[in-house]
């Protein structure tokens, strides 16, 4: 499957799909988990959030499709950019979110991140996911290499987050190394950087 399924730049058009997909892929994650504490419709939930920052984020957002399936995808913004959050990002969360204590978790887990977060240029994986109904199947990898071909050629470093811990050796691969661990709301989250390509 690997050599039929292409990455390529996301367009205006692909963000309702790659959201909906994504919004399923997070819906289990440990950390959405414990944010929406049972609240129906979770992956619409972040399907919303996702189309929002799809739409208005800086970054470089990509599609990962077979036979024009859309079978994942990946977020990626440069520092300051990584952190910033837009009234038009904010207002479709807000409505989202479900609620006061979702919301109030929901804002602990990004300030904890924020916190985190290098204050230096680099690159931030913010999020990155694959279709339920196809993990496993090296579309996640496939998707890694495009974003770490990126992080090479500009010559900064990157950061990242997981609350899943099978993904701590997953991005280890890709040359990425735990720098710090925290519990979130509950649920440990591993902090992950990936040094700058050297020009030597």
Not at 4 to 29: F, H, Q, W
Not at 109 to 123: G, L, M, N, S, V
Not at 187 to 194: A, D, E, G, Q, T
Request: charged content about 30%; overall charge positive.
């Amino acid at each position: 499957m690997e050599d039929k399924v292409k990455i390529r730049e996301m367009e205006r058009s692909d963000i309702p799909r790659v959201a909906e997909v994504l919004g399923k892929a997070y819906a289990t994650n440990p950390i959405i988990l414990a944010t929406y504490r049972g609240k129906r419709k979770v992956a619409r939930r972040i399907q919303t959030n996702f189309e929002s920052m799809f739409k208005y984020a800086s970054g470089k957002s990509f599609v990962a499709e077979l036979d024009s399936r859309v079978l994942g995808g990946f977020f990626m913004a440069k520092w300051p950019a990584c952190q910033a959050m837009s009234l038009k990002m904010m207002l479709p969360a807000l409505r989202a979110v479900g609620g006061l204590g979702p919301l109030v978790r929901g804002m602990q887990w990004q300030r904890a991140c924020k916190k985190r977060d290098p204050q230096k240029p680099h690159w931030h994986l913010k999020m990155i996911g694959v279709d339920p109904d196809f993990q496993g199947k090296g579309i996640g990898g496939q998707m890694m290499d495009v974003y770490c071909g990126i992080i090479d050629e500009s010559r900064l470093e990157a950061h990242h987050e997981t609350d899943r811990p099978e993904n701590v050796p997953f991005y280890e691969r890709y040359g990425f190394k735990v720098v710090g661990e925290e519990m979130i709301i509950g649920v440990k989250n591993w902090y992950m950087l990936r040094p700058a390509k050297s020009d030597k």
